[in-house]
């Protein structure tokens, strides 16, 4: 039966929590509508996660593309102002290498101003000194307003803001089916993958927001969406030798966009069409492709240490005929499926760019207001966006009640076989497309993993033994979600960015602390491999732990997200930044909670996340009440209970080093008790930290 929910507000069913669902449901709920977001694994886990980063400012369509383009440049704007603190304003640089980049250059320049998107052309030294990491051999360059965005919690913020206006978002929830009456879809069929339970939902309108899954959704209505699956692949190096984003000035292609993002920049891409979404291949030669292509524009590239290479697939708008998807525009499109199909009740949004995630939600919430008879205006424009930090803490009560509702289903039986397919694929694309990929050349071999499951209800956690078909380079993630996609979707795991920037595949492997997404099978010992959630946080199924206290606990610090490029000065001289000063190098994975010992015996001590955070509040409190935080961490629950076993800084993933804080604020509190100054160094942008420092320990 339907499930009625009350109320007598039209209810929308929005299917995917990517960045598009987060933003029609965080548009919609503005508008007064009840709104309920559903997504088969955690949100931001299909194409938003993974993304380059690049916050467009339109230049990369400015000449073959301009409806991209207008798009890009009128989003940038708006993100930058509804969302302060989600992107490095670091800029980007269009860089000419040879002399047919000199020839593209004056058609650059004119689509620029012609899409009304700020361009300064640079000499060679000019660009050499804001970005000395750039080939030497360069010839000129453009500088244009792109940035680097956090492809996680940018969305986040779309989620959490959706929450406090009242939408549900419901997670490790598939659709895996169509409610229908007299032809209009008037709700969805659900399996919670959490609880087993398959259950219907009713609605006034349902939106089809699953991206490059969204012809599959479709089919579940019996319609067509022009919508090509496009993927292509990413490096991620362990260097930022530039602080601004470097496109080559050229026609898009592989390898010309180099971006910094937290403590690596991002190589890509690359770009093949693809019929299924879900077989993410790898392809070898793309890989090096990156690496050739990127050192051309930045020459460090090509000696770095590689921290993770992976693929992405992007939902174009455009017809089966397409052959890289290079030639489809990156403009969106929402469908009507009344209009088109005679299927009443079914929109879908697809196509566009994380960059216009915002205009995508505009459009679509226009489509369902106008099928609803509603009439609200769009007020996403001038509304700044609640925290990512609040997507999951007002999320605690919710979690909470799904932890403690029994689940229907039964332990799994001790040992399977999963894996059909290699769990990842580095082969050469057998055709130019790329579609379809020889793996018969590959060293395949197969591993076992001892998952551990648990859900609701059961006793104890389960060890289920699973076989996995891999090579060289499988990391834990991709194992698992192998194991996910070819044995049992009911295996709930968190991921979202591949490259340990956004903290969500923590587990505990073999015992030990780590992200799941960079961590390599052939660097752990032969034999099964154990895979457990991280601990000190209460699971909520399998390797899903509930994040919500971290949360609530970093919130409570309410640390700025200051960024590293926002302390170069204008000159291009990096100043005395320190290193570890970098307020973004928390990605918040928990590791450091789940392996300190005093956290596992004492709930209420702050632990060594929060208070890492708190340091960086005290080092560095860009406008926040530094004091207070002092004060709050001034107590036996606080920076005192720590016994210094130093686990936390030891299994880190980022340097962030939490024992070194804590270390740094008993120091500042023994000053402060003393009566002393205190000394401190100067930041990038010539600021004193002496004076913040000194301010919050007097
Ligand atoms: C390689 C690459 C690089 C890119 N770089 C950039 C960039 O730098 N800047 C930029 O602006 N854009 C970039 N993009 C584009 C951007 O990433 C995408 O346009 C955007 O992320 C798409 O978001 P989405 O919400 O539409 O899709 P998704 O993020 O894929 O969301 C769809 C969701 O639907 C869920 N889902 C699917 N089926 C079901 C079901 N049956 N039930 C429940 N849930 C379901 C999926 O799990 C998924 O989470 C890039 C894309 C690629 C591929
Ligand atoms: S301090 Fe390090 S280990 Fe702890 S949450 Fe942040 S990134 Fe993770
Ligand atoms: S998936 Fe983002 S850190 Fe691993």
Redesign the pocket.
Known sequence: MPTALPGDRPHVIV???????GAVAHDLALRGLRVTV????EV?????GR??????SGGRYAVSDTESAVECITENRILRRIAPGSFELNDGLFVALTDEDMDYLPRFVEGCEACDIPAAVLSPAEALRVAPGLSPAIKAAVRVPDGTMDAMRLPLRFFASAQRNGAVVRTY????GLRRENGAVTGVQVRDDVSGEESELAADLVVN?????AQ??ADMAGVQVPVRCS??V?VAVRMRPCEMVINRLHPSGDGDIVLPQRELSVI??SSWVVDDPDELHLPADHVRTMIEQGSRLVPAVADAEIRAAWS????LIGDAGSQTGRELSRTFKCFDHAERDGVEGFVTI?G????T?RAMAEATADVVCRKLGVDEPCRTRDTVLAPHTAYVAERGAQEAARRTTPSHMTAPAPRRTAGREPARTCARPTSAAGDGVDTSNLPLTTRRLAVSRWKPGWPEPVPVEYEVIVEPGTTVLDALRAVRWHDDPTLTLRHSCCHSSCGTCGLRVNGAEVLGCVTGLDDLPDGVVKVEPIANAPVLSDLVVDMTELYTRLDGIGRPLVRASEHVPADGARGAEDRAMRLEDCVECGLCVSACPITGTDPDYLGPAALGAAWRVVAEPRGLDAISVLDGVDDHQGCWRCHLSFACSEVCPTGADPAGGIMALRGALTRRHLGLGHRGGRDGAGRSRTDDREAATR
Do not use: C, Y
């Open positions: 299917i995917g929590g990517g960045g598009t669902g559903l997504e088969r694994g931001t886990s299909g194409t938003t993304h380059h980063g690049l916050l467009h929830t598939s659709v895996v927001a699953t991206g490059p899954w599959r959704v993927p292509g990413l890509g891409t992405a697939v992007r939902p697809s566009g760019k994380a960059t995630l």
